[in-house]
């Protein structure tokens, strides 16, 4: 298999032509030329149902994913497609009561004409037999956002089989690159391409990939029907984004490795979590699972008056309710609806030159 790096730039490529664009551009159409005949085979015929841009960007995605990928407006589009695929009235589905607060809001909510047998788990669980018996769908969010606990993907899918559920993985916090759900037993992963995938910090996106062709199927008839399309240049943006995620990923997870060593004696800081460090309760579990880590970090100051002051004080960080990007950032998550103490950051390392990052966060916080 090629390296991460490589699958990065060249991935979605198509064959090379004199005289095209090495990269080629977004394309804009609603409907397409039909040539005076009835729609043939899997030509384009409208823009709701087909974009060659999105083919390009799926391709390169599902090889990082190892199935194939449908391509969604946003990281909640991909959840709530792939939910609304799977889940019929009455259905029992397990959620992590740590994971991203808008999955369980958008489940009791917008679902809730379903009357689904809604079971939320702690990531790190425990997770009972019973969690498993009768459920559609299992959901499992690991790394956890915000919380970064790890679960056992291979363990908890072979659990859910046995049961005859199927398993889904939102990977967004590890990244295609950090970690391959579908290779590990996972029937599909989800992920918001917003955060690391685009990287920039300037657009929304998200995919579900499996290796399951009538469930990618059915996801892609989904899409079309209920007109949940990403835009053509969003598509174009993130491909080209994508291109240094390999380079991204190894600065942040530079940047957050010397800021969790940083940080991990500091006076102020407590409730550290980062499972690249050895330290880390989720630390031998996630070295088992994930192929490499991550930019983001956890930690708590005393309260939301401390975290005012740190945004106040640095040079570097942003305050910001998203992570994965270019730009370091941190997010107060208690303000937002987690269950989390008035104090509780979510840090996202970006690219800044790493002793740069670290004395600023320092000297905001001293």
């Given at each position: 298999?090629?390296?991460?790096?490589?699958?990065?730039?060249?991935?979605?490529?198509?064959?090379?032509?004199?005289?095209?664009?090495?990269?080629?551009?977004?394309?804009?159409?609603?409907?397409?030329?039909?040539?005076?005949?009835?729609?043939?085979?899997?030509?384009?015929?409208?823009?709701?149902?087909?974009?060659?841009?999105?083919?390009?960007?799926?391709?390169?995605?599902?090889?990082?994913?190892?199935?194939?990928?449908?391509?969604?407006?946003?990281?909640?589009a991909a959840i709530?497609?792939?939910?609304?695929?799977?889940?019929?009235?009455?259905?029992?589905?397990?959620?992590?009561?740590?994971?991203?607060?808008?999955?369980?809001?958008?489940?009791?909510?917008?679902?809730?004409?379903?009357?689904?047998?809604?079971?939320?788990?702690?990531?790190?669980?425990?997770?009972?037999?019973?969690?498993?018996?009768?459920?559609?769908?299992?959901?499992?969010?690991?790394?956890?956002?915000?919380?970064?606990?790890?679960?056992?993907?291979?363990?908890?899918?072979?659990?859910?089989?046995?049961?005859?559920?199927?398993?889904?993985?939102?990977?967004?916090?590890?990244?295609?690159?950090?970690?391959?759900?579908?290779?590990?037993?996972?029937?599909?992963?989800?992920?918001?391409?917003?955060?690391?995938?685009?990287?920039?910090?300037?657009?929304?996106?998200?995919?579900?990939?499996?290796?399951?062709?009538?469930?990618?199927?059915?996801?892609?008839?989904?899409?079309?029907?209920?007109?949940?399309?990403?835009?053509?240049?969003?598509?174009?943006?993130?491909?080209?984004?994508?291109?240094?995620?390999?380079?991204?990923?190894?600065?942040?997870?530079?940047?957050?490795?010397?800021?969790?060593?940083?940080?991990?004696?500091?006076?102020?800081?407590?409730?550290?979590?980062?499972?690249?460090?050895?330290?880390?309760?989720?630390?031998?579990?996630?070295?088992?699972?994930?192929?490499?880590?991550?930019?983001?970090?956890?930690?708590?100051?005393?309260?939301?008056?401390?975290?005012?002051?740190?945004?106040?004080?640095?040079?570097?960080?942003?305050?910001?309710?998203?992570?994965?990007?270019?730009?370091s950032t941190a997010?107060?998550?208690?303000?937002?609806?987690?269950?989390?103490?008035?104090?509780?950051?979510?840090?996202?390392?970006?690219?800044?030159?790493?002793?740069?990052?670290?004395?600023?966060?320092?000297?905001?916080?001293?």
């Amino acid at each position: 298999m090629l390296g991460d790096g490589t699958r990065c730039v060249h991935g979605g490529e198509s064959d090379p032509a004199v005289a095209e664009p090495l990269m080629p551009g977004p394309v804009f159409a609603a409907p397409y030329h039909l040539g005076g005949a009835d729609r043939v085979g899997d030509a384009d015929f409208y823009g709701r149902a087909g974009n060659p841009g999105w083919r390009a960007l799926e391709g390169a995605l599902g090889e990082l994913d190892g199935g194939s990928c449908v391509l969604l407006p946003s990281g909640m589009a991909a959840i709530g497609t792939l939910l609304r695929t799977v889940l019929h009235a009455g259905d029992a589905l397990v959620l992590p009561a740590d994971g991203y607060y808008a999955t369980r809001d958008l489940v009791r909510t917008e679902l809730s004409e379903l009357n689904l047998d809604v079971r939320e788990v702690p990531t790190p669980g425990p997770f009972p037999q019973e969690t498993f018996e009768g459920a559609r769908l299992v959901l499992l969010e690991t790394p956890s956002n915000p919380g970064l606990d790890v679960c056992d993907i291979a363990e908890l899918a072979e659990r859910a089989h046995a049961a005859g559920a199927l398993l889904a993985v939102d990977n967004t916090t590890a990244t295609p690159l950090g970690q391959r759900p579908l290779e590990l037993g996972a029937d599909a992963v989800v992920a918001s391409d917003t955060k690391a995938v685009c990287g920039h910090s300037d657009l929304l996106l998200g995919h579900v990939s499996t290796a399951d062709e009538e469930l990618a199927a059915r996801l892609t008839r989904s899409r079309t029907l209920s007109g949940a399309v990403p835009a053509p240049f969003e598509t174009w943006l993130a491909h080209r984004s994508l291109a240094t995620l390999d380079l991204r990923l190894e600065r942040q997870a530079a940047n957050a490795a010397a800021l969790a060593e940083a940080l991990a004696e500091h006076p102020s800081v407590s409730g550290l979590r980062w499972p690249g460090l050895p330290s880390d309760p989720a630390h031998e579990l996630a070295s088992r699972q994930m192929r490499r880590w991550g930019g983001v970090l956890r930690f708590e100051l005393r309260d939301a008056e401390a975290v005012r002051r740190l945004l106040e004080r640095s040079r570097l960080v942003s305050g910001a309710t998203s992570f994965g990007g270019v730009h370091s950032t941190a997010d107060r998550r208690a303000q937002w609806g987690d269950s989390v103490p008035e104090g509780f950051v979510r840090f996202s390392a970006g690219c800044e030159d790493t002793a740069d990052l670290v004395a600023d966060v320092l000297a905001a916080l001293d």
